[in-house]
């Protein structure tokens, strides 16, 4: 049972380039959610999904896309990177119905740009 | 949008010393979470809250939601060190998006 999995781990990108973050989960979660943590912060939404098809953006959705055609997947794409974009990435999941809400988490993408 | 204050933004204490932190907001929530994040990881869920007034306990920890739905409190008792990371307060937005505090961090020296 493999839970969460994001990938690469790690990844340096140069200024304007692109690169999609991988996250699958194996647990038949309806909701999936995209973070970014910088240094010494707290976990900012950027996207999430309540189900195939369905996307919305979160706090900070300027200068990402996702989409969301199955359920196990929910990929992040940078289409232009930049250096305001280093951060570690994290995806979630969430099967919320009934009375257990937690979320399990990936073990993150270090993403810098320079 | 709704914001959530988490306080302290960090703790130094001494190794069975009781810790306390807090978190509040600006509108009325419908659950609270409490997740503690270790280097390298990804947060792990601790304790879940789903009723105004609710008392939880997991161990050394204990956490309330606040009668007015607008606040949390998290509590560790007889710290340990392993108890060392960062802890934060979550609520579901509408059911929906999950947004988080800007953390506690955490450290105790043996």
């Known amino acids: 049972n493999a839970g969460v999995t994001q990938t690469p781990k790690f990844r340096i990108l140069k200024i304007g380039q692109s690169m999609t973050l991988q996250c699958a989960q194996d647990?038949?979660?309806?909701?999936m959610y995209w973070y970014r943590q910088d240094p010494g912060m707290g976990l900012k939404l950027i996207y999430y999904?309540?189900?195939?098809?369905?996307?919305d953006k979160g706090e900070v959705p300027n200068g990402y896309n996702v989409s969301r055609s199955t359920t196990e997947d929910f990929p992040l794409r940078l289409e232009l990177a930049a250096p305001s974009q280093t951060s570690v990435y994290f995806c979630?999941?969430?099967?919320?119905?009934?009375?257990?809400?937690?979320?399990?988490f990936g073990q993150g993408t270090r993403l810098t740009v320079v | 949008g709704q914001q959530l204050n988490q306080s302290p933004q960090s703790m130094f204490i001494q190794e069975g010393e009781d810790v306390s932190m807090n978190c509040t907001s600006s509108?009325?929530?419908?659950?609270w979470l409490w997740y503690k994040q270790e280097p390298g990881e990804g947060p792990v869920l601790l304790i879940a809250?789903?009723?105004?007034?609710e008392l939880t306990s997991n161990g050394r920890l204990t956490a309330q939601f606040g009668i007015t739905r607008k606040d949390s409190f998290l509590n560790i008792s007889a710290s340990i060190p392993s108890d060392v990371g960062i802890y934060f307060c979550?609520?579901?937005?509408?059911?929906?998006?999950?947004?988080f505090g800007a953390g506690t961090r955490l450290t105790v020296k043996p």
């Open positions: 979630a999941s969430i099967h919320p119905q009934g009375p257990n809400t937690e979320a399990f």
């Open positions: 647990m038949n979660h309806n909701y």
């Open positions: 999904s309540v189900g195939a098809g369905i996307t």
């Open positions: 509108s009325i929530f419908n659950t």
């Open positions: 809250l789903y009723k105004a007034g």
């Open positions: 979550a609520e579901r937005y509408n059911n929906n998006d999950m947004r």
